[in-house]
């Protein structure tokens, strides 16, 4: 009998110990050491500098980049798995203070950058160090005109730890306390974490749904005032810094860290809301199919048929590595040993953190994935979902540090990219028309929520802002503005909206990338672009992809498309197309439910 994979991941070949780890600490104190030598060469501003010493800079400053990385990503699966452990929460403390020194070190790194002439600086980006890097290189280089003097800058990085990413971590503490009474088909209250209670909220049964939405909305709303003080806290930083550096759009910053143009943005949005009637009119097929009106919020995402079957963890493995294999032996190899090897923690028990993400190790050269499978045809997605992050890591290991550093977006793109291989194989194979109408219905609930469900958190954050400039934004003025916004975003097409959404949405509160959003619609429909180029080349795709996932911190989302697909991202015609194989998933599934 084959041994069952393991579910709970493996920590200990990373740092062993745990929060504990005196292997960890001393990598800790080694970073600090290293961040002190990095700041006393970056002091150097307005000296003539050599180029033996920026070399020396570059190949330091990348060798502490990959290891303030590991360390991130250490701690925050720590804290993740388990949300009462304090010390995984001091260390966490710890490292965004090294984050912050390697910020004003970079900060002043980017005022020397930036004190070279045009002709020395395109001479030295050719050669090493430099080259690896040279596009994230000149990115900063440029930036850093834009912003404050190295002091005040250096300052702000200083007082967001404890302000700023502070109100974040806050956040993460008010979930960590989120205790959901439910109660089961016994009569009997059982109290759940916030990860536990979110997958009964994709129930078949609508009863249980209901009731479980009931407490959903309770509990958030009791902790509402808690969550809108970090809210506005971080907004409240971030709108005084954009003020400072004479920023007046909130969307700057998010979409340069995308390396993504504004009037890509605007494109892709207007292209969305052209083709919303038709996503509207499968909400509505679905309300008649449950024999209701309209859905309610914790409607949409619910399953039809035989989608609310479970699948044990090792069918899910199994179907996810037998679709990869079929785009790629290589993807499928990698797949197997996350499976094997204990690179994802997937138990469901209390104490987690809810929601799923995919981190990397650089210097170990691994990642780890967490979420808290429950057997749901969603959890094999969000499983597909986050083996497509660690997989666009896998292949750009080799690579120097900062040309690893890809965006949110290009991210979200091998994500999803890795869902679609899973979803529509799997599709292509039902033969029985009811399975089949159970699993398109999964596939358009992927569209539905990139096309109306991220927009809704777009319309609500930018109209946040706006009113955030003007003051602090109440708790029941949030709640409107997040019903405001749903019900623009989903056409009002849906009979019971989920005020408290900004309340328990973790990427609201995510500092590191504000907008925490319309980068998964970017990824959903620009990897809808790639699968159609890669169903049109076949098996030779397998490279041009590794190729693309490569070149994804090495330039913007407008070059790296004209590159690898020849496409115009600031025109509408990329963005109908992808739309439409979308569009033809719900054409089918009305046809299929007449």
Known sequence: MKKPLPQVWDLDVLFQGGSGSREFAEFLD??????????????????????????????????????????????????????????????????KTLLAAFEAAMTRFDVRLASLDEEEWNRLRQREPFRGGAFVLDERRKLSREKLGPELESLLTDLAVDGYHGWGENYNTIVSKIKIPFRNDNGETEWLSAGQAHNRLHHPDRKVRARMFES?????????????????????????TYKHRGWQSVHKEPLAINRMSPETLRVMWETIDRSKPVFVEYLQRKAKLFGLEKLSWHDVEAP??????????????????????????????????????????????????????????????????????????????????????????????????????????????????????????????????????????????????????????????????????????GTERLNELMVDAQREAFRDALGEYHPHFWASKLHF????????????????????????????????FADRYIALLRDTASMTVEDLAKKHLGVDLTKPDFWQSA??????????FLRLTV
């Not at 199994?318 to 797949?335: G, K, T």
Request: proline share 3%.
């Open 30 to 95: 080694r970073l600090e050491r290293d961040l002190e030598t990095l700041r006393s060469q970056n002091e150097k501003v307005g000296e003539a500098d050599s180029e033996e010493a920026l070399a020396e800079t570059v190949v330091l400053l990348q060798d502490v980049l990959k290891r303030l990385r590991e360390a991130d990503s250490f701690t925050a699966c720590l804290a993740a798995e388990n949300q009462q452990d304090k010390k995984a929460v001091q260390l966490a403390g710890r490292v």
């Open 216 to 240: 959903w909305e309770s509990a958030w709303g009791e902790a509402a005032d808690y969550c809108a003080d970090a809210l506005n806290r971080l907004a409240g930083f971030r709108l005084q």
């Open 304 to 473: 039809i048929g035989t989608a609310g079957k479970t699948y044990s963890y090792d069918e899910a493995a199994e179907l996810i590595m037998e679709q990869f294999r079929r785009f790629s032996p290589d993807m499928a190899s990698f797949a197997e040993r996350c499976f094997e090897d204990g690179w994802i923690e997937a138990e469901d028990r209390a104490g987690k953190r809810p929601g799923g993400f995919c981190t990397s190790f650089p210097v170990k050269e691994q990642t780890r994935i967490f979420m808290t499978y429950a057997g749901t045809a969603s959890n094999v997605s969000t499983l597909a979902h986050e083996l497509g992050h660690a997989y666009h890591q896998h292949v750009m290991n080799n690579l120097p540090a900062l040309a690893q550093e890809y965006a949110m977006n290009v991210a979200e793109t091998a994500s999803t990219f890795a869902e679609m291989i899973v979803a529509d194989a799997t599709l292509k194979q039902a033969a029985d028309p009811q399975e089949r109408v159970a699993l398109l219905e999964d596939k358009i609930q992927r569209s539905v929520a990139f096309f109306m469900n991220i927009h809704a958190r777009f319309i609500f954050e930018t109209n946040f802002y706006e009113e955030r400039r003007k003051g602090f934004v």
């Open 509 to 540: 509160y995510i500092t590191e990338v504000p907008f925490y959003n319309f980068p998964y619609t970017f990824g959903y429909l620009f990897s809808s672009g790639i699968y159609a180029e890669a169903q049109r080349s076949g098996p030779a």
């Open 579 to 588: 739309v439409e194989l979308a569009v033809r998933d719900v054409r089918e």
